[in-house]
């Protein structure tokens, strides 16, 4: 069983910081790729970012330049650093994990199959 737990997140104004994190824990957790993906109200979810085993990162338009995500390997984390912050990112923060496959629905981002409970992240005056 794999297991994917995100925290950081929080209501901050807009121009602030957050930096959001996943531990990923599991016997048989041999991914691929890693990844961030969001979900605003009425809206369907999107990737956010993600990166590959390969060193592949990919992005979403709308958080390049504002937002970086990064891992470490040995603990099994990942991590989104993300800055300058807009209402319009506010939403649910999912991470994500494939479980060595590729393409699927959000491609280039993660074949997501394994997913955190969600960290809320909040951009308001």
């Known amino acids: 069983q794999v297991h994917l737990v995100e925290s950081g997140g929080d209501s901050v104004q807009p121009g602030g910081s957050l930096r959001l994190s996943c531990a990923a824990s599991?016997?048989?957790?041999?991914?691929?790729?890693m990844g961030w993906f969001r979900q605003a109200p009425g809206k369907e979810r999107e990737g956010v970012a993600a990166?590959?085993?390969?060193?592949?990162?990919h992005y979403t338009a709308s958080v390049k330049g504002r937002f970086t995500i990064s891992q470490d390997k040995v603990k099994n984390e990942i991590y989104l650093q993300m800055s300058s912050l807009t209402p319009e990112d506010t939403a649910m923060y999912y991470c994500?994990?494939?479980?060595?496959?590729?393409?699927?629905?959000?491609?280039?981002?993660?074949?997501?199959?394994?997913w955190g409970q969600g960290t809320q992240v909040t951009v308001s005056s």
């Open positions: 599991g016997d048989t957790f041999r991914p691929n790729c």
């Open positions: 994500a994990a494939d479980r060595g496959t590729y393409g699927g629905r959000w491609f280039p981002f993660c074949d997501a199959k394994d």
């Open positions: 990166i590959y085993t390969s060193g592949s990162i």
